[in-house]
């Protein structure tokens, strides 16, 4: 039987545990702060910022399009060369919903159309009961160090921001700052947490 002495020292312990455990996880994160515009400081001086960016579909484009969409994105490797990161999140879809809706609708369809909706909702069904289904979202995070007391890190982001944003629209993506601390908060989680699960 455990005496009181015992209990309170596995106590003790435990608490003492959580505190190395939370403070470790801390010293392991690349980050110190969220802060109110959206930026986010980073230790030893540097600073970043998430840009999401909405994707275009490059299949259904023609081959002139298709030509200058690369070459765009040439322009925009070339043009922005200072520190950043592609992220891409993927999250598992479930479509249930959406094959249910389509059903419903396909009753009020001509004999012809159904047989075309028919089939898109095998290949859906398919694609659903194999976990093939996902979304994607991309951002891109750019970064800056601070070099001098003088250095304004919100106006170079800014800067760097606004350079993304008008190549990206000659691809013909559309690009937002993320501020939002709770969207913020997600993206780091799904990217140092979900990342390292899948690791």
Known sequence: MLTKTLIANT???RKEWRKIKVKSIQQW???DEILDNG????????????????????????????????????????????????IIKSKKENLIQHINSMKKNQEKEKPEIKK????????????????????????????????????????????????????????????SSIKSKEEIEKILYNYFYLNNENN
């Open 11 to 13: 106590i003790k312990n």
């Open 29 to 31: 994160m690349p980050f």
């Open 39 to 86: 930026i986010i400081k980073l230790k030893e001086n540097k600073y970043i910022k998430i840009i999401e960016v909405e994707p275009i579909n490059y299949n259904l484009k023609s081959n002139f399009e298709k030509e200058a969409i690369l070459n765009s994105f040439k322009s925009f490797l070339k043009t922005c060369q200072f520190d950043m990161q592609i």
């Open 116 to 175: 075309i909706i028919n089939k898109y909702i095998q290949n859906i069904e398919q694609l659903n009961a194999e976990n093939k289904s996902d979304s994607k979202q991309f951002y891109i995070v750019i970064g800056h160090e601070i070099e001098g007391k003088k250095d304004n890190y919100v106006d170079q982001l800014q800067e760097k921001t606004n350079k993304i944003r008008d190549n990206l629209s000659r691809c013909g993506n559309k690009t």
